[in-house]
């Protein structure tokens, strides 16, 4: 099995390869997991990761530039794909960072947490939001296979999905009020948080995946 991790200028995606190269292991699969900016091992593999980090439009800008666009698109199309944090955002329509379009995968959109946002308690919470929060399972899916609810991930973004469409929102999480942060359809799973930086519970999101037809 051949996985590609796509590479398009957008951060140190080493940490999505160890992680990666982890959850293989303790899947007990067969792969070779590449890091990679060329299409046609993106074309080639057999299930894609999709990482992103910074700004939309800057990511979307390098994704446009590298080349890579058709292949990611062929691999939202027929081929297990997982879309992490920025990476997960261009998944959609557009976003309202720079107004910028996204790939139109996910009907819907990108939105921006509102100023002066309080805690129960009345406490200023800070934009981005930045540390770890609870992941609430709202869908049954098989990459959420011995992950608990209400597992603890990790999470750095400014901005938020906005799905048009409900039945796409597989997990949520609150800062402070309800946002959909885990979406996916057929064999498409994103996270807005960050897997690699999420421990034992985003190793086992990955085991789950090497070990994922796509079938949802």
Request: proline share 4%; glycine share 10%; net charge negative.
């Amino acid at each position: 099995m051949k996985i590609a991790i796509v590479d398009y200028g957008m951060g140190n995606l080493h940490s999505v390869l160890k992680s990666a190269q982890a959850a293989q292991q303790r899947a007990g699969v067969e792969a070779h997991i590449s890091l990679t900016d060329n299409p046609d091992v993106v074309y080639q593999a057999d299930k894609v990761i999709f990482p992103g980090q910074g700004a939309m439009p800057d990511c979307m800008a390098a994704l446009q530039k590298s080349g890579l666009g058709e292949a990611v698109a062929d691999g939202l199309q027929n081929k297990p794909f997982f879309g992490i944090c920025v990476g997960a955002q261009l998944l959609f329509d557009v976003s309202e960072e720079g107004n910028t379009a996204g790939l139109g995968w996910f009907s819907g959109s990108v939105k921006r947490f509102a100023t002066g946002l309080q805690d129960a308690q009345g406490d200023k919470l800070k934009v981005p939001h930045m540390g770890w929060n609870q992941m609430h399972q709202t869908r049954a899916h098989p990459l959420f296979a011995g992950v608990a609810q209400d597992a603890r991930f990790y999470f750095v973004h400014s901005y938020y999905f906005a799905p048009s469409d409900a039945s796409i929102v597989l997990g949520s999480s609150d800062y402070p009020e309800s946002f959909a942060c885990v979406v996916g359809r057929d064999n498409v799973f994103a996270t807005q948080f960050h897997t690699e930086k999420s421990h034992d519970a985003g190793l086992q999101l990955l085991q789950n995946f090497m070990l994922w037809d796509g079938q949802a």
